[in-house]
């Protein structure tokens, strides 16, 4: 896999591949795991410049895409079901609609796609308080808005140390610039869309320009949820998820 990290729960059938959200890494799935069927086979990367896989750096999601591409390829038996979290959600949309023989559901939570009206701006300021990620002060606020549960907080500090500013800037610059492609409209497969009702008013809009973008689906909203709907419900969405699953 070309230096990303993988961890691998064995099970039978019925693939699940779970991508994270920037700045985190494959840890933040696991209250979700704790609740699902143990017989699920699941995937759980983490994304290129992220916690394991912090030695290859994020450069686009086009190259993420690529190794995630791979990783079906030698890891899965028949398509997947693709549950992203905000950047991950990103990449779920592509790989969705890009390689829908991949991918026989898609649960998209949380994710951008209302690009930013000043980009250049916004990432000029954050290239100069990258420094700010290694302060562990700083970071525990971060932790906070993320609703990271202190049972994981020490692997959100860790992940957050290990990343760099090409990774940070490379990461945040594709996710404030994304776009729906316009494949997603014939996506033949199951999905969910969904987002909390406590995001930031630009996530809710990207939440119903998805839902809108792909003829027949809906918009589900998440009651007490801010940006952070798998650490926030876990039960629930394992709930949610066996639906797609049967």
């Known amino acids: ?29 696991s209250p979700l795991v704790a609740e699902l069927d143990p017989g699920i086979r699941l995937l759980t990367p983490d994304l290129p410049g992220h916690d394991r896989s912090g030695s290859l750096p994020y450069r686009s999601h086009d190259d993420a895409l690529k190794l995630l591409i791979s990783l ?56 100069l308080a990258a420094p700010l990620a290694r302060n562990e002060g700083f970071a525990r606020l ?27 800037l490379a990461s945040v610059g594709e996710n404030v610039r994304f776009t729906i492609p316009h494949e997603w409209e014939v996506f033949p497969g199951r999905w969910l869309i969904l987002v909390g009702v406590k ?7 990207s939440a119903q320009r998805i839902a809108d973008a792909l003829p027949g689906s809906e918009l589900e909203i998440v009651a007490d949820c801010g940006h952070g709907i798998p650490l926030q419900k876990p039960a629930w969405l394992a709930r949610r998820l066996d639906s797609l699953l049967e």
């Open 199 to 205: 995001e930031r008013s630009v996530i809710r809009r």
């Open 72 to 127: 079906i390829d030698a890891e899965a038996s028949e398509p997947v079901v693709v549950v992203g979290f905000s950047l991950g959600a990103q990449l779920a949309i592509l790989l969705a609609s890009r390689r829908p023989d991949l991918v026989r559901a898609v649960v998209v939570i949380s994710a951008q796609a209302e690009p930013s009206p000043f980009p250049a701006l916004l990432l000029t300021m954050l290239g």
């Open 1 to 29: 896999m070309s230096g990303i990290h993988v961890a691998i729960r064995e099970g039978g059938q019925r693939p699940v591949l779970l991508l994270h959200g920037g700045g985190c890494g494959g840890w933040m799935w």
């Open 142 to 168: 971060q932790a906070r808005e993320l609703f990271i549960p202190e049972a994981l907080i020490h692997d959100y500090l860790r992940t957050s140390r290990g990343i760099t500013r090409a990774t940070l």
